[in-house]
């Protein structure tokens, strides 16, 4: 094997080309949002989405290292948030709990965190054209056929209007949080925010190791829960590992060991890339300073730090 054969394949990098064709198509005043989601493939916790949103006006010089933010470090992470949020025309990071999760199924989870973030974004007098979403399934907008008797997540209001949000057009772009810069910003803002939310939640429950695990699959966290069971904050619809039966890293809020909303209609392949991204997102023990970071979920920021 040659050494071009076994060399890395290069780390796809961000650009501005698919939001200023959205942009043109759209005319003037247009706003194209970005969005992405985590702690999809948690065991505990909420999910949360963030949305970014860029206009004409951007600044066509994006924050110095921006990147998908699986592919960042804890610390790059948190030096971004300032810059991303100066850089966009606005932008917000909304959650569904655990039980919200439990009760809706996962896909219906981040749709209602999606447009909970976009109501708030809606609330400032900011509504995008578009949004690009990341991966290839469509799980913001409403489905074209609802299951029968399946849950179906509340009608969102815009905050200070009382009426009830309307889900812009979606664009899915696979690889999107990697390869469009508006994406990239959600994703870093939304994983920044649930890592904060979750290093806060450590101590209340210090026996998960959230504050390392962030939610996710690991042997401190799947060793408590065989010993402790699980708490109020896991997704107890999913079969969790050492929690009776065979051990499933990532249950589905569903009977049999299905993956994380297969019950939903969703796909392994969602994002272009098999199960890691979103399952195994953080699970690599990183801390996250909260003090920092809790910001990145305060609701909706516009024009900029």
Same mark, same amino acid.
């Given at each position: 094997?040659?050494?071009?054969?076994?060399?890395?394949?290069?780390?796809?990098?961000?650009?501005?080309?698919?939001?200023?064709?959205?942009?043109?198509?759209?005319?003037?005043?247009?706003?194209?949002?970005?969005?992405?989601?985590?702690?999809?493939?948690?065991?505990?916790?909420?999910?949360?989405?963030?949305?970014?949103?860029?206009?004409?006006? *951007?600044?066509?010089?994006?924050?110095?290292?921006?990147?998908?933010?699986?592919? %960042? *470090?804890?610390?790059?992470?948190?030096?971004?948030?300032?810059?991303?949020?100066?850089?966009?025309?606005?932008?917000?990071?909304?959650?569904? !709990?655990?039980?919200?999760?439990?009760?809706?199924?996962?896909?219906?989870?981040?749709? %209602?965190?999606?447009?909970?973030?976009?109501?708030?974004?809606?609330?400032?007098?900011?509504?995008?054209?578009?949004?690009? %979403?990341?991966?290839?399934?469509?799980?913001?907008?409403?489905?074209?056929?609802?299951?029968?008797?399946?849950?179906?997540?509340?009608?969102?209001?815009?905050?200070?209007?009382?009426?009830?949000?309307?889900?812009?057009?979606?664009?899915?772009?696979?690889?999107?949080?990697?390869?469009?810069?508006?994406? !990239?910003?959600? !994703?870093?803002?939304?994983?920044?925010?649930?890592?904060?939310?979750?290093?806060?939640?450590?101590?209340?429950?210090?026996?998960?190791?959230?504050?390392?695990?962030?939610?996710?699959?690991?042997?401190?966290?799947?060793?408590?829960?065989?010993?402790?069971?699980?708490?109020?904050?896991?997704?107890?619809?999913?079969? %969790?590992?050492?929690?009776?039966?065979?051990?499933?890293?990532?249950?589905?809020?569903?009977?049999?060991?299905?993956?994380?909303?297969?019950?939903?209609?969703?796909?392994?392949?969602?994002?272009?890339?098999?199960?890691?991204? !979103?399952?195994?997102?953080?699970?690599?023990?990183?801390?996250? *300073?909260?003090?920092?970071?809790?910001?990145?979920?305060?609701?909706?920021?516009?024009?900029?730090?």
């Amino acid at each position: 094997m040659t050494a071009a054969n076994t060399r890395r394949p290069k780390r796809l990098k961000p650009t501005r080309v698919l939001e200023r064709e959205l942009l043109a198509g759209l005319g003037d005043g247009a706003f194209v949002a970005g969005m992405d989601e985590v702690g999809r493939g948690a065991l505990a916790g909420p999910v949360s989405v963030g949305v970014a949103v860029v206009s004409a006006t *951007t600044s066509r010089r994006m924050p110095p290292g921006l990147a998908d933010s699986k592919l %960042l *470090t804890p610390q790059a992470r948190e030096d971004l948030v300032a810059p991303v949020r100066a850089w966009c025309t606005a932008s917000a990071v909304a959650h569904a !709990s655990a039980a919200e999760i439990d009760e809706l199924g996962i896909i219906a989870a981040l749709r %209602l965190a999606g447009r909970r973030a976009l109501a708030e974004l809606a609330g400032a007098g900011v509504v995008p054209g578009i949004v690009i %979403l990341d991966g290839v399934h469509d799980w913001l907008a409403e489905p074209a056929q609802l299951e029968l008797f399946a849950p179906q997540p509340p009608a969102v209001l815009v905050p200070g209007t009382g009426e009830e949000l309307r889900t812009p057009p979606v664009r899915t772009q696979v690889k999107g949080d990697a390869r469009c810069a508006v994406v !990239s910003a959600a !994703s870093v803002l939304a994983k920044v925010a649930r890592d904060a939310l979750m290093v806060g939640l450590h101590e209340a429950h210090p026996r998960y190791h959230w504050a390392g695990n962030k939610g996710y699959s690991s042997p401190e966290h799947v060793a408590a829960l065989s010993e402790h069971g699980p708490c109020e904050l896991h997704r107890r619809s999913w079969r %969790l590992p050492g929690v009776g039966g065979p051990d499933v890293v990532h249950g589905g809020g569903a009977p049999l060991a299905v993956a994380p909303g297969a019950a939903d209609g969703w796909s392994p392949d969602e994002a272009g890339d098999g199960w890691g991204a !979103s399952l195994d997102e953080d699970a690599d023990g990183w801390g996250t *300073t909260a003090d920092d970071a809790a910001a990145a979920g305060a609701g909706v920021l516009v024009g900029g730090a």
